[in-house]
């Protein structure tokens, strides 16, 4: 039988109180928050040993590869996707990974 899925919903002061990595494959973060951003996010997943994939939720973007490479070079080790929020519903922009 398959691994069951489950959803964990965290505000963000709950979420930096955890010290271990989430039991999680992705995690999902605004790009900014009101007291956070998305780096922020993934520094503290970093930090905890996380090794999965972070889908950032973000306005339509220039380049959504610029968001990735930064947290690359920060965070090595995170995947991260840019899911665009668009009137017509979310476009995922993985695009190619930074090197």
Do not use: K, W
């Not at 070079?73 to 840019?82: N, Q």
């Amino acid at each position: 039988m398959g691994r069951s899925a489950q959803i964990s919903l965290l505000e963000y002061h709950e979420f930096l109180i955890q010290s271990e990595a989430p039991q999680a494959d992705i995690v999902l973060s605004p790009m900014v928050g009101d007291t956070f951003d998305c780096l922020d996010v993934a520094v503290h997943l970093h930090a905890s040993g996380f090794r999965g994939r972070l889908h950032v939720m973000a306005p339509a973007l220039p380049d959504p590869a610029i968001l990735r490479r930064e947290v690359a070079s920060i965070c090595p080790g995170i995947e991260v996707d840019v899911v665009i929020r668009g009137a017509t519903g979310l476009i995922s922009q993985t695009g190619p990974r930074p090197t």
